[in-house]
């Protein structure tokens, strides 16, 4: 990803020296980029096509409230002038306005050239490309902060004294934090690199090719969907999953909620029909880019009608309409939902697939276990194979105690029913009295529909001694993420009373709400703000996808579809924080067409690798 460089939509405002607007000028495209000018200067330089303005930088105010939404202001206030960016990619923005600031904070440490020198110098006008950000860069910016905290804390405020002699001799509160800020390693700076299959995935899609990229629980897909939506225009793209929760993860709308024909289940006229209302329409003919997290759980005969709605309602005869495609799934994971005894139809079989993906990519580096031997075993079990060392050693993890600290294994289930009843039985087992904790919906008319999508619900029973997971990532470094399971100690001593709790880490935290927003047909928006906790003494296979789990206990008795065990299983974090209680050789499937698609992959794969080598 190009930090340094950012084309989107922009509006220029010139300014008074205090701050009102004078004249205002729309761009739909604009390029921006970042770089040094001969005197080392951070330099923005705005290109208008026929001419470009470099802007030496000495201060700047950036109002990035909405930069998720691919918004931001940058404000250069000794020229005058500030720029409105749009529909930027909420990546890119992200990192090309962190460049900016940190290197220039940087400059700002080390001093500038005087104006009278520059004047005076007789340097030729250069522009160069600026470096990439550096955790130097970072370690420089944190400890300047740290160090202006620190003195504005010993600076004396007008006459003021202090009272208490007692607290005179002692640091300030806020001391102790500015010292503790050198020591702490900035997070979420530079992005995680990203492995060399991940990068040929986001290459071809920066290239608008239409592609579907699959791989084993654990080698990174959700991680790399998101990267991937991040570096795509807001405006143009929509982001959406066969199920609620997938949904949420990405923070995209349902692929059924985008396309707005219901079930597909009529026909390809009443689809047409449903989808030329207005704005589910005009959501079809704005759409550039869509991503379907999860295809592999999707019906083969609702993408088929998806494909020919979009052609529809887009007037284009171009496959799906014309807009690119970026899928996501395995499909030797959960399949599609089924009435009855119906054939499942996966999506690879149709002839819209073969017509609208242009590549097909596997992920093969999981990076969820670091085991080998479990690693192993796991790729076994998805291929639909248990030969007896697989056996053995599943068999022999029912007499493994692995509870820790009280906190106890979660049970994975095949059924919802169980998991209600389990965990209801075991809350009502605890003494004490129960604390309720009910969500804020922004809109109380998508409340059921946001109970199928969020991961916590509206309505939030505990009590001290709960079993609670957490449903989102709070601090990936203290190992409070999205699965890690705790126990509730207590509540927080005030008006709100927060529950604290003690998770399997070790970690002691006040979990407090926070705030999910969904997106609906039509583009309606909606939020709820809720603690993000569940009950954990079970969990639903279905609901679990996606998740890690450090300590879990599983029965597969009850395995009623192909890959359900698989996915069960690599839901652990490891074989030592696993538990199978009735493993049979006869829970382990594999759909036999999913096998033969794979099997063509990996087939196309190696027959590229040796073309490539001869040349």
Not at 240 to 260: D, Q
């Amino acid at each position: 990803m190009e930090m340094n460089l950012l084309t989107c939509t922009v509006v220029v405002e010139d300014l008074t020296k205090t701050g009102d607007v004078i004249k205002c000028t729309p761009y739909k495209s604009l390029s921006l980029s970042l770089g040094r000018n001969e005197f080392n200067d951070v330099t923005l330089r705005v290109d208008y096509g026929k001419k470009d303005i470099k802007y030496a930088l000495r201060e700047i105010k950036l109002f990035k409230k909405f930069v998720k939404d691919g918004k931001a202001t940058v404000r250069i206030p000794d020229r005058n002038i500030q720029f409105m960016l749009s529909n930027c990619p909420p990546d890119k923005l992200m990192m090309f306005l962190r460049t900016m600031h940190t290197k220039l904070e940087v400059g700002k440490q080390k001093g500038f050239i005087s104006d009278r020198k520059k004047l005076l110098s007789e340097r030729q006008r250069t522009f160069d490309e600026i470096s990439p950000l550096t955790m130097k860069d970072v370690h420089t910016v944190h400890e300047a902060r740290a160090k202006e905290l620190e003195k504005d804390l010993f600076t004396p405020k007008g006459k003021r004294k202090r009272v208490d002699d007692n607290k005179e001799n002692q640091p300030p509160k806020g001391l102790k934090m500015a010292r503790k800020l050198v020591s702490v390693v900035p997070r979420s700076v530079i992005p995680v690199k990203l492995s060399k299959e991940q990068s040929s995935v986001l290459e071809a899609v920066s290239r608008g090719r239409s592609v579907f990229f699959t791989g084993s629980a654990g080698t990174g897909k959700s991680f790399l969907m998101k990267r991937i939506i991040g570096t795509l225009p807001p405006q143009h793209t929509f982001a959406t999953a066969s199920t609620g929760v997938a949904a949420c993860h990405i923070g995209g709308t349902t692929l059924h909620a985008f396309a707005g024909i219901g079930s597909g289940r009529g026909t390809l006229e009443h689809c047409v029909q449903l989808a030329s209302r207005t704005q589910v329409a005009q959501q079809w003919r704005k759409c550039k880019h869509l991503v379907i997290d999860e295809i592999s759980m999707v019906d083969g005969e609702f993408f088929e009608k998806l494909e020919a709605v979009a052609r529809v309602i887009r007037r284009n005869d171009q496959p799906f309409g014309g807009i690119q495609l970026i899928m996501c799934g395995d499909f030797l994971q959960l399949p599609p939902v089924t009435k009855g005894k119906e054939k499942v139809n996966f999506c690879f079989q149709t002839k819209a697939w073969k017509k609208c993906i242009q590549m097909n990519i596997e992920l093969t580096e999981v990076r969820r276990q670091s085991d080998k031997s479990f690693i192993d075993i796991l790729q076994q079990i998805r291929l639909g194979r248990c030969p007896d060392y697989v056996y053995t050693t599943l068999r022999a993890t029912a007499k493994q105690n692995i509870q820790r600290d009280g906190i106890l294994a979660t049970r994975l289930c095949t059924h919802k029913e169980d998991v209600n009843q389990i965990n209801e039985h075991h809350l009502q087992k605890l003494n004490g009295e129960s604390k309720l904790f009910i969500s804020t919906d922004s809109d109380s008319v998508y409340t059921q529909q946001i109970n199928g999508m969020c991961p916590v619900p509206d309505k939030l029973n505990l009590k001290i001694g709960a079993q609670v997971m957490l449903a989102k990532n709070l601090d990936v470094q203290k190992g409070l993420v999205n699965g890690a399971r705790g126990i509730v100690i207590g509540y927080q001593k005030d008006n709100d009373g927060y529950p604290i709790v003690k998770f399997r880490c070790g970690m002691e935290e006040e979990i407090k709400p926070i705030r999910w927003s969904f997106k609906f047909s039509g583009g309606n928006i909606s939020t709820r703000k809720q603690i993000p906790l569940k009950l954990a003494w079970a969990i639903s296979i279905h609901k679990s996808q996606g998740m890690t789990l450090d300590c879990v206990e599983i029965s597969l008795s009850r395995v009623f579809e192909c890959g359900q065990s698989y996915v069960a299983l690599s839901r652990a974090k490891c074989l030592d924080g696993l538990r199978v209680l009735d493993f049979e050789k006869s829970c382990v499937k594999a759909n036999s067409e999913v096998l033969r698609f794979y099997h063509k992959l990996d087939l196309h794969k190696r027959m590229m690798q040796t073309s490539m080598g001869d040349y």
